[in-house]
Structure formats: C-alpha cells, structure tokens
C-alpha cells in the first residue's frame, strides 16, 4: 500500500501544515513505554499491551514517513530488559519477529530504510536473521530511516566506542591527541544518523532511561501522557507542533540567534513570521479533535 496515496482530509491539512511550517525535526526518537500499564488497565495479559503497541508503531512509522522525517529511531528492547520475565521477553521477540515479517514488504515499497543499534549479537538467532534480511532488502531505499533499538543501553554503547579507540589508539591509527567530539561519535553505532533533534517519551515519565544519552545533549525533550498503545498519529503531531514552537538555542542567547544570519539553520519555525501562520493552522487543524 502507498501510504501517500491514502491521507484523509483532515490528517493530510494537518500534515501539510507541519511540513509548510519547515521546522520539522530531521530525527525523531521515542521511547515508547507504558505497555504493561495499558494492558493492566484493561486486565489483560502484558504481552497484548506490547501487540497493541505495535498499532502505534505502524501508526507512527508511517506518519513520519508521509511528513518527509528523516529519521525515527524507537526505543523497542533496552539492554535492562533482559531483566524481565522470560515469557515476556520471549513474547516480545516473538512480536518483533512478526512485526518484521509482516511489515518489510510495505516499508520497503514506502522506501522505508530498516537499521539496528544495540548488542543485537544477544538477540535470538531467528530474530537477528529476519533483521539481517530486512536490512539488506532495505538498504538503498532513500526515504525514512526506521531505526530499531533493540538490547540497546547508551552506556553499553559509550564504553563500546571506548574500546575501539583505545584498540585504534594501541595499534597506532589513531593518537589521543585527535580524539575530538567527532572522532568519537563515529565510533558510536549511531554515527551514521543525525542527534535526534525531538526525544519523545511517552506514559508521563521524567527519565531518559539509558537512551541515546550522548546523542540527545542538545535533544528537545517532549514528555506525553499517553501511554504508548494510545499514542497515535494526532499525538506525534502534538508533540511536533509543540517542537516546531520552540526556540533550540544551542548554547546561545536568544538575540544572538535572531541578529546572526549564520545561525539560521539552527533556528526552528518559531522566529519567523512566516512559520507563525502555520502554527496557527495546525492549531486551529487541532481544534477538530
Ligand atoms: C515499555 O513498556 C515497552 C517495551 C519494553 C517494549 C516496546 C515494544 C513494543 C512497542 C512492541 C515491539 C516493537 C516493535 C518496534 C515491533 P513497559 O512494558 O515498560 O510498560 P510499563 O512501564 O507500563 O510496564
């Protein structure tokens, strides 16, 4: 199914009202939680809340795709989660299992790119060769890049990073004079994406819980109170309505932003005019919800 082709009137205003606004994040993260408090609610078994986030997921993914985000990254397995019940944790695979077989074929005809970060190499063998074959299959499709964080924990990857270089460092390809803010983000399995520019967490939890925690130093962080098998396409937009609202400083004063033309690129929708009226769209687009 295209998913251009199927917009319905009042999500495609919406829509075109956040891109008009070009103040859109190019990367997207979430941590998406709140599945196993869904599901209680409703007192049913906590692997029906991980299905039913699923539904968010496809939601999600192809929301960010209609609206040109470049990359999403979803927070789905974190290396602490290992510490579950095994039934959950096998349930869980098996859901990422069927998520993959079920959707590769629609991502890779909305030129959806599929990639991992985290210690995949713990993953059961069934799940890591599905994901191998997705990723392949998807690898030089040029629209949104779908990320899965899967036993993934920032600081696993921090320490990683640490041993290439002291490896390259030992064998003499690099000296630790050279090792800058850059070098070291190219050691990180995140070097070939952006920083997520919007961090989105979702239940109404404070935390960053292990994710992305040097990428997202100058993240904007949107906290919903949804839990996450509720968090659907009119929510993302909330979360990227209130983004394109605010003003990413980057150290920097607020006049030092408006007064240097250089640092227009850094600057999101807010300052302008321009982008006023579109905020002002979007919101009234809202009104109908
Ligand atoms: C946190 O909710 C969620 C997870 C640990 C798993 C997220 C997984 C999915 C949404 C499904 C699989 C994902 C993909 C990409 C196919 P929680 O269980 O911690 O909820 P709680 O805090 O309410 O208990």
């Not at 008009?20 to 692997?47: F, T, Y």
């Amino acid at each position: 199914m295209n998913w251009t082709a199927n917009l319905e009137t009042d999500d495609a205003q919406i829509q075109c009202g956040l891109i008009e606004s070009q103040g859109l994040p190019s990367h997207v993260a979430i941590i998406m939680d709140g599945n196993g408090r869904w599901a209680k609610s409703k007192n049913i078994p906590r692997l029906l809340g991980h299905r039913e986030g699923i539904e968010s997921v496809r939601d999600i993914v192809k929301a960010c795709s209609q609206l040109g985000v470049n990359f999403l990254t979803l927070y789905a397995f974190s290396i602490e989660n290992w510490k579950r019940p095994k039934n959950e944790i096998k349930g869980l695979m098996k859901l990422l299992e069927i998520f993959l077989q079920d959707e590769i074929s629609e991502l890779d005809e909305n030129n959806v790119r599929l990639a991992v970060i985290g210690r995949t190499s713990s993953l059961p063998q069934s799940v890591r060769s599905i994901l191998q074959n997705s990723i392949e299959r998807t690898k030089n499709n040029t629209g949104l890049t779908l990320t899965l964080a899967l036993s993934y924990g920032s600081r696993w990857d921090i320490v990683r990073a640490s041993q290439l270089i002291a490896m390259d460092v030992r064998a003499g390809n690099l000296s630790p004079e050279d090792i800058s803010e850059e070098t070291f983000s190219n050691y990180l399995q995140t070097k070939d994406m952006p920083d997520p520019d919007l961090l989105i967490r979702t239940s109404g939890e404070f935390r960053v819980s292990n994710f992305l925690l040097w990428e997202i130093a100058y993240g904007e962080i949107y906290i919903s109170k949804k839990l996450w098998p509720k968090f659907r396409r009119n929510d993302l937009y909330e979360a990227l309505s209130n983004y394109i609202g605010r003003e990413r400083r980057f150290g920097m004063t607020s006049d030092q932003l408006t007064s240097n033309p250089k640092t227009d690129t850094l600057k999101t929708g807010k300052e302008t005019e321009g982008n006023n009226g579109y905020l002002k769209k979007i919101i009234s687009a809202f009104g109908k919800y």
